[in-house]
């Protein structure tokens, strides 16, 4: 991953006393397709969240989206990304970190840049950088039920 991410979090000691619990830069990127690597920030379970405890939840094994939680990634996209056309059961909220990338749908596309922000809400789609220079996204995917539209249930896939 090009871009180099420092993770802070805070917790509590033993006393109730708020402090840093994990303050590092991130290593070993996971992939899912070549040209595309991230890390997970931070994972949640059930609503409301659950801020007790110590454990790194970064850790906890998840794919996309996880049930009845939170995914809090960082991804980064290399030019020419492998396509991946998708869609998965969560509401996306990004931000382009850096670079440029463009989002294909169904019908048409759009092109972001550092600074955009987008919600992504169960749509299929792909991520195709063409540039130069990676683009570094960061996405919070919040659980939510597969989306139902033109008297059809469109369930995640790919």
Known sequence: MAHKIRRVVTGHDAQGKAKVLFDEVMTNPQQNRPGAAFYNIWTTEGFPVNNDGSDDASKRPVKTALPGGIVFRIVSFEPGVAPRNHRTDTVDFAVVMSGEIDMTLDI????????????????????????????????????????????????AHG
């Open 108 to 155: 048409g596309s759009i092109h972001l840049k550092a600074g955009d922000v987008l919600v992504q809400r169960g749509t299929i789609h792909n991520w195709i950088n063409k540039g130069t220079e990676p683009c570094v996204i960061a996405f919070t995917l919040v659980d939510a039920k597969p989306v139902e539209a033109g008297g059809q249930v469109l369930p």
